[in-house]
DNA sequence: ACCTGTTATTGACTTTTGTCAAGATTCCGG
DNA sequence: CCGGAATCTTGACAAAAGTCAATAACAGGT
C-alpha cells in the first residue's frame, strides 16, 4: 500500500511511518459484508489480496456497481468523504487480505502532513477516471461490446466471479451473457 | 460563484475577494467550442447562464457524455487535474456567460487558503456523485425507465436540447426516444 | 463420495430496440 | 416572409436482447 501511495506521490520516510502506525492489517472470508447499505463508509481498505464488490438492490436483484481486486481501495468514496449513508453494500468475494485505515486516521495524516493531500486527490482522481470508464462501457449499444470491453479491461477477472454478478454489472442478463460468450469463443 | 462555493464551505471573505479577482466573467455564443479533444483543460467555468454539453466520438457519431447547466462547473475534470490531454470535446449549446477560473489561479488559492481545498474536494465529490448517477440510469434496462431518470432530474433541459442528442446521452438512438416519449405523453 | 443447491447453458418464443426510409415540422438566414 | 436544412415523427421490417423453462455442470458441506 505504501508502494502504491508512493507511485501516486513521492511521500517522505516519517509520513510512511506515520501510515504503517495506523493501518490495520486483516483478513477477511468470502462472504464478509464490510459495508452495508445506509451505513457510514469509515474505513478505506488497499486490497493486498482477494476480490470485493460493491452492489445495490433494484427491484428484487442485485446489481454489481464494481468489482475490487489487488491494488483497488475498498471504500464506498461517497459516503466516505461525505459522511452521509451509503446506497450500497460491499461484499468480499474471495478470502482477502486487506489494510485499513480509518477516517479519521486520514483525516489526521492530511492535517499533519500536507503532501498527503495530494496522494488523497490523486486517488480520488483515478477512481473517478474508472467511474467514467464505466460509463463509456455502458454506453456501448451491444452486448457484444459491453463483453470485449470488459474481458480486454479485466482478463483475469472473468474466472473469479460468477456470470450473474458480471451480467448485471455490463447491464445485461444473465442468458445474454452466457450466449454472447459462446459466441465470442466460436469466433477466435 | 461565490455563493455557490460558500454552500459548499463557508469562506471568509478575504478569500472570496481573492477569487473575484481572478474570476474573468465572459459571454460566449451557441456553438463556441470551449475545449477540444486532445487539449488540455486549463479552466474551470462556473455557469451563471447558458447551457453546455461534452461530447466524444464514437464511430462516425457524436456520444454526449453530459450537459451543463445554469450552476454547473465546466471542465474536463479528469483532464484539468491530471494535466493531461482530454478524450472530450465541449461545446457551448445557448449562449452563455461563464465565470471562469484558471487552474494556476486555482493552485495559488489552494496553497494560500488551506479552507479553498475543502472547497474544492466538496466540488470534486459533487461531480464524481453525478457521474455515478449517470451510470446508475445507464444501467436501467428499458428506454422507458431511462426517460424518466432524465426527466426526473432535468425537467427543463428537455426543451432546451435535440432529441439527437439525449438519445446518444442516454444510450438509444433517435427514433427510441421519439417512440418512448409519445407513449409517455399519451400515458399521463 | 454423495447429495443438495446454486450456477451455467441452451432452446423456443416474446418484447424491445435498431435500421432504413418517407413525410411532417421547426428553425434560421437571407 | 420565404426557402432550405436540420430536426422530429411515424411506419415497416430486421436484429438484438429479455423471459420462461428445462437441463447440465459445478461447488460446498456433511
Chains 1, 2 share one sequence.
Not at 456501448?140 to 460468477?162: D, G, N, V, W
Request: hydrophobic residues 40%; negative net charge.
Amino acid at each position: 500500500m505504501i508502494d502504491y501511495f508512493n507511485s501516486l506521490h513521492p511521500m517522505p520516510p516519517e509520513l510512511c511511518n506515520a501510515i504503517a502506525a495506523v493501518a490495520e492489517l486483516h483478513d477477511y472470508p468470502k462472504k464478509t459484508i464490510l459495508l452495508k447499505e445506509g451505513q457510514i463508509s469509515n474505513h478505506a481498505c488497499f486490497v493486498v489480496k482477494g476480490l470485493a464488490r460493491a452492489f445495490y438492490n433494484s427491484g428484487d436483484k442485485e446489481v454489481t456497481r464494481l468489482f475490487m481486486d489487488e491494488g483497488y481501495i475498498i471504500t464506498s468514496w461517497l459516503s466516505f468523504y461525505t459522511r452521509q449513508p451509503a446506497h450500497e453494500t460491499i461484499e468480499i468475494l474471495e478470502d482477502a487480505t486487506l489494510a485499513c485505515l480509518h477516517h479519521d486516521d486520514i483525516e489526521n495524516l492530511y492535517a499533519e502532513f500536507p503532501e498527503f493531500n495530494i496522494v488523497g486527490k490523486k486517488a480520488t482522481e483515478y477512481f473517478f477516471s474508472l467511474s467514467e470508464q464505466r460509463s463509456l462501457m455502458l454506453r456501448k449499444h451491444t452486448a457484444e461490446e459491453k463483453y470485449l470491453f470488459f474481458t480486454e479491461r479485466h482478463p483475469t477477472l472473468f474466472q473469479r466471479i460468477s456470470q450473474k454478478q458480471i451480467a448485471t454489472f455490463l447491464g445485461m442478463n444473465e442468458e445474454t451473457l452466457s450466449r454472447t460468450r459462446a459466441k465470442m469463443l466460436k469466433k477466435s
